[in-house]
């Protein structure tokens, strides 16, 4: 499953697109595709694991799940599952999750909780740790309202580089080493962000 580095990879690379209109709109999701058609993208974002197409009034929610992926300005042989067609090119995703949502996308989601985010807050991760001080550090920090991006990459990654065992009950740790996660948890998901930039950029150099 791509993680919060991966998306805002993926939220990156279709910026030709921002501020464009779909002159074209099809793919086997059963979300109202016609509501797209003639839109103009006000911006995309990306939040977590959550790649994000915002328009006036809604945006579309695209979550790449286990194994969906994207093409920019080309397609796979599989039917895609959202197709979207402007001037200046196309953007297809396939075997992925699909929903259209109703309202503002900054009512709807906590920038602070987001690992990738410029508003990140670890203040308010740390707080949110200290009140789930019962379940192990594994499932912590797969929890995407504390860890939004985290996935199971970067979880054992983080935990191996501050030597804590995956089952590990949050209360046994003490506040250094719970600084310890957060700090990392961020850190790592701008080091797999550079990783994966430098490794796109051999690719298509």
């Not at 599952?81 to 109703?102: A, D, P």
């Not at 789930?132 to 996935?151: H, P, S, W, Y």
């Not at 949050?170 to 994966?196: G, T």
Request: glycine share 6%; proline share 3%.
């Amino acid at each position: 499953m791509p993680e919060g580095p991966s998306i805002v990879i993926l939220r990156e690379e279709v910026q030709l697109f921002s501020g464009k209109k779909i002159i074209g709109v099809s793919g086997n999701s059963k979300i109202e595709k016609e509501k797209l058609l003639n839109k103009k993208v006000l911006a995309f974002k990306s939040r977590g694991k959550h790649f994000l197409i915002c328009f006036k009034g809604f945006y579309v929610k695209i979550h790449l799940l286990m194994f969906g992926s994207y093409r920019i300005n080309e397609r796979k042989e599989s039917p895609e599952r959202l197709s979207m067609k402007f001037k200046n090119g196309e953007l297809n995703f396939y075997t992925c999750s699909v929903k259209i949502i109703e309202g503002d996308v900054n009512e709807h989601y906590d920038w602070e909780t987001d690992t990738m985010s410029e508003q990140w807050n670890p203040q308010k991760a740390l707080a949110a740790i200290k009140k789930n001080k019962e379940r192990m550090v594994c499932d912590v920090l797969m929890d995407q309202t504390i860890f939004a991006g985290v996935g199971n990459i970067i979880k054992n990654e983080v935990l191996f580089r501050i030597k804590v065992h995956p089952e590990s009950e949050i209360m046994a740790l003490p506040l250094p080493k719970r600084k310890a996660l957060v700090k990392e948890a961020r850190d790592y998901c701008f080091d797999f962000y550079k990783w994966k930039k430098c490794l796109s950029s051999k690719r298509t150099g």
